[in-house]
């Protein structure tokens, strides 16, 4: 039995859809239905199965951002994020992911009870794991066919 990656499919799906579909409705309403089907398609492609290598970067940057707190921090507060950062699992993906986002939202609690000069190299290592996540986030949405929408 042959497997088609999800991706594969829906550009199919949209390609068929573009290709052989639109070119025969006639009417707006119909058209500007399935542009909307279309749009609905293109921006659930990267998000019907989260991609692997999509959650790698996430959680290679977050552990990252957890090591670079831990050199700015002394004590307690860098073993604690120390600790938490070697209870972090390998495998798999999706769990792994998971237990660093917890343990980014507890060293982001820690670090608001440091003193200020302390705390803000401590919070700029997250601030730039968050920043670069937020455009790994933002890189996978597919512009808008509201345009295409309305013309029907």
Avoid: C, W, Y
């Avoid at 707190?69 to 604690?80: E, F, N, P, R």
């Avoid at 972090?88 to 999706?94: C, E, L, M």
């Avoid at 996978?140 to 029907?152: A, D, F, N, R, Y």
Wanted: glycine fraction near 4%; avoid cysteine; aromatic fraction near 2%.
């Amino acid at each position: 039995m042959m497997l088609v990656p999800l991706e594969m499919m829906v550009d199919g799906l949209v390609r068929t859809l573009t290709d052989n579909v639109m070119p025969n409705l006639t009417s707006r309403f119909a058209r500007g239905q399935l542009f909307a089907v279309i749009d609905v398609l293109r921006n659930l492609r990267d998000r019907i199965d989260e991609r692997a290598s999509l959650l790698d970067e996430e959680s290679e940057s977050a552990a990252a951002a957890l090591a670079r707190v831990a050199a700015h921090l002394s004590g307690s507060a860098a073993t604690d994020v120390r600790a938490a950062l070697a209870a972090v699992p390998g495998a798999p993906t999706a769990n792994r992911l998971s237990a660093l986002r917890a343990a980014l939202a507890t060293t982001l609690a820690a670090i608001d009870t440091l003193p200020a000069d302390a705390a803000t190299p401590a919070r700029a290592a997250i601030e730039q794991h968050l920043a670069a996540q937020t455009m790994r986030d933002l890189a996978v949405l597919k512009p808008s066919m509201v345009g295409e929408i309305s013309k029907g």
